[in-house]
């Protein structure tokens, strides 16, 4: 049948080559930066701007966790339920549609409970619409999958908790 391979334009992120190989571990992420508030779960070339934006956020005064899922399919559950866990706020981030990385998240956070006490999740992804042919950063952009977007869906996700920090809440 039809098939097709996809993978982005530029370059990737994230994975240092070793001088000798060494293999992935399947369905295994990794924190590659620690914070305390919020925790970015970014799954696929949206890494870098994760980290972009808790550069951002640290400057905000919000320590944050940045994780590099690498697999969709198996979850890294132990990960994903710790981050949930310890931080007030957690998002997702991938370069899929409606029913990807995220909704495998909040099915996953919905059926433990994780979400019951109060814990902020949100998810950033592809938007269902038609977007022209730009440049990768303006579609990004345009698509809210940026550092800008991360920040702002952080930010109002605070305004709506009391423990939020001040700037998020003016």
């Given at each position: ?14 994975v240092a ?93 919905s059926d ?26 303006v579609q ?31």
């Open positions: 049948g039809p098939i097709a391979v996809r993978y982005p334009r530029g370059n990737g992120t994230g080559l070793p001088e000798t190989p060494q293999l992935l571990e399947i369905g295994k992420g990794r924190v590659v930066r620690e914070g305390k508030t919020v925790a970015i779960l970014s799954l696929g070339t949206r890494l870098e701007e994760a980290l972009k934006a808790a550069e951002v956020l640290e400057a905000k005064g919000l320590s944050t966790t940045v994780a590099d899922l690498r697999f969709a399919k198996p979850l890294d559950v132990d990960l994903i339920r710790k981050l949930l866990t310890t931080h007030e706020v957690a998002v997702t981030i991938e370069e899929n549609s409606v029913g990807g990385f995220g909704a495998h998240v909040l099915t996953m956070a433990e409970g994780l979400i019951d006490g109060g814990l902020k999740l949100r998810t950033l992804r592809l938007p269902d619409v038609y977007q022209e042919q730009d440049k990768p950063e990004y952009a345009e698509a809210g999958l940026d550092a800008t977007a991360l920040v702002d869906t952080v930010l109002k996700a605070l305004r709506h908790n009391s423990g939020g920090v001040a700037e998020a809440r003016a």
